[in-house]
């Protein structure tokens, strides 16, 4: 009781500090303000309205920029300890890019609704100059950890909340993002920075034991196909990307015959265009290709193949996060064809078997005509929780099409 009666002081002279300093742009007399969220708000507000209701969402695909985040990898292995983390004390925790925008994030279903109001979740960008004072943007700013309490916060709409944040860096220092704590100011408590810090530690000591990612070459072929290298577009021919996005879903490669058929099916098509096919596609990508059995030896790095692997792992929450969409949705080659089943199927079939809703909605995004993922997703959400209305709506939708 002493200690929220002490929060309820302190919040209530920081609303009045923010009622006399914002309307006037300047402090007024004395201020109770750290000297770091005083100097925030100043800069702030050449640019963030402090009325604004939430945080401006990013135009690029959110899920396309996790995906390639080094940080996937050694949050999705700490992913069950921060949900039981913020689950059990009411907290909502979120891992951004370098740009402040959130690339992943998770919660009870009450904060995390909350949350969603503000925009406070993958694609919400969270920097100074589009959300003013704030823990992730004063973490971003100087590199250092930070906590904003209550009316701290330049936002108006976020003086219920109260924000831990920590930066994190890769082994050579450089920071990729940050880490962040939040949840209602009257919970606030000394401990949850320490908790914050160790989780970016976690994920700091993962990344050093993280096997390297090749160099070079990223396919993407769910939802989409695309190859860089180095992070450069190649351009390749649709024929050019489903040979590729074969080799790589099948590490031990083809005879010319098997790839032959997977290619071409029963049409009539002489082997000699296959080799065409590979000497074009060895040219273009630079990747090395042997003959005798055609198979990658070159490193390239797969979004199915992640997938693939997340399934075989058991880790759904990964395997929907990187399902973006059926593997090369375009293609009507036998190969990419019987690929794309499986690899839909898999994920249908983990989420079905998952009791978390949010791999259900996840999930629904990418395959808006299957009702029985949205009757999932109904079955468990909790009477209350705002999400029911969304997949109800994808539910109808899906049995009206």
Known sequence: ?????????????????????IPSGAPQGDSVLRREVAQSWLRSLRTVDPTREQAPLVDADVNARWADSPLRTPVAELSDHLRGITEDAGYVAAITDETGTILWSCGGPLMRRRAEKLNFAPGGRWDEAHMGTNALSLALRTDRPHTVFSAEHLVAALHGWVCYCVPIRDADGRRLGVLDLSTTWDRAHPLAMSTARALATAIETALRHQAPTPPGVRLTCLGSGRLTRGGTPVRLRPRQLEILSLLALEPEGYTHERLHFAVYGDRPVGASTLKSEMSHLRRA???????????????????????????????????????????????????????????????????????????ALRFGERVPHDAEIHEHALTLLPPGDGRRSLAMARLHSALRS
């Open 1 to 21: 009781m002493v200690m929220r009666r002490s929060l309820s002081q302190r919040r209530a002279a920081l609303e009045q500090e923010w009622s006399q300093w």
């Open 285 to 359: 990508t630079g990747t090395d290709i042997t003959s005798r059995v055609y198979r990658l030896t070159s490193p390239l790095t797969c979004d199915a193949v992640e997938v693939l692997a997340a399934l075989e792992a058991g880790d759904t929450t990964t395997a929907v996060e990187l399902y973006r969409g059926p593997l090369l949705p375009e293609s009507q080659t036998p190969g990419i064809a019987q690929w794309r089943d499986y690899l839909e199927v898999g994920v249908r079939t983990a989420v079905l078997s998952s009791g978390s809703a949010e791999h």
